[in-house]
């Protein structure tokens, strides 16, 4: 049984397929240790569930919970390329935040994936679901997405 | 011979020089198996050949040939640093788009990165040019670039 | 005695203790010969000392010391996790500048950080504080900070 996976089944999380690439890459890449995934879409079932600007069309609660989808999608394309259970810590996460102006609230958005990772790790892993990390706020996004999300992590030898 | 250098000659591709730094720092280091190259702008001969943003003063298609010309450029920097026969797999691509409000074509013109990987590497590299990607539209670019990219690759040890 | 200690303080520079993340993450992470650390915002003992944005509130010279500062905050965050003197080389710096329309000398702004390494680093290290770099402009940061800085170091193995 794999260890994440039973933790995903406790928590009620159900892996999505992979996102297909917007463009001529692919969802992930591995290199020695670490394995690198491509900015994640919050797509569920290839439909982007909202569009628009944090700060103008979108609330930060709901930009929370499109961050945790697009940490649910970079998981996905983790787990298809080396599975889950191959992870040993969570490394890296940069979260682009589509920002009207005056909009700050950047690290409020990305916390809905780092809580992802920590709900996910924790306690499966030495460090858990910590990881560094950086929020922006960027001027657009692919598909007018109100938030882009990728990651690094580290794997077993 | 050199297999890239081959492969450059085939598709008419001359490797430019290096671009020089527009600040402290240089064009691509080396990190273990990695190497990390700086965000290079589509300079020819020292020169922008166009500025502004997408969704504004430059079209898409423009846009992807500028794309084009920074991963060359950034070719050049790894070139330069290790030689292009000791890439043994791309690994990660970041495309940033200096984007107007309303312009969400930002795959699409990093598009122009990643196809000229595939034309370079593929049947080269047991991956290919494949590579995990993100692009996102920034406010502003150095010099009123339209496009900035990066790039990591895993060398031989 | 720390080589690196040592020279900061013939530079005069005092290490600030680690910013506390704005978010659920960590400041900086080892992964492998690599250590990355997250986005550092300008803090001075927990406050930002500026907001605003380039080409409006703030001005080039003034973001140039509070990118040197950002640069001094990663630091913080490397010693407190391996100590300074375990870094071998500088690989990547990435500065984020919050640009208003029209404002494209990023480059100059992150100099700031660029040459704070330089600074410690040179003549310590064989690449001394050289760097790969990439600098854009961003819409927004968070807390309307002006600047924000990631960097990826090599550590001994």
């Not at 079932?45 to 944090?54: F, H, I, S």
């Not at 700060?55 to 996905?76: K, P, Q």
């Not at 102006?101 to 916390?111: D, E, K, L, S, T």
Request: with cysteine; glycine share 10%; charged share 15%.
């Amino acid at each position: 049984m794999s260890a994440v996976r039973d933790r995903l089944s406790v928590l009620g999380i159900v892996l999505p397929s992979v996102a297909v690439p917007a463009g001529v890459y692919v969802p992930a890449v591995r290199a020695g240790q670490f394995v690198y995934t491509s900015g994640q879409l919050p797509m569920v079932d290839g439909v982007l569930p909202a569009r628009g600007k944090l700060g103008a069309e979108i609330e930060t609660a709901a930009a929370h919970g499109l961050a945790r989808i697009c940490a649910l999608n970079a998981l996905a394309a983790i787990d298809a390329l080396v599975g889950l259970d191959a992870v040993v810590a969570i490394v890296k996460v940069v979260g682009f935040v589509a920002s009207a102006p005056g909009f700050n609230a950047q690290p409020a958005v990305i916390n809905g994936a780092s809580e992802l990772l920590a709900e996910v790790f924790d306690g499966l892993l030495a460090t858990g679901g910590a990881h560094a990390r950086s929020a922006v706020g960027v001027a657009e996004l692919p598909a007018n997405s109100p938030v882009e999300v990728e990651m690094i992590v580290l794997i077993k030898e």
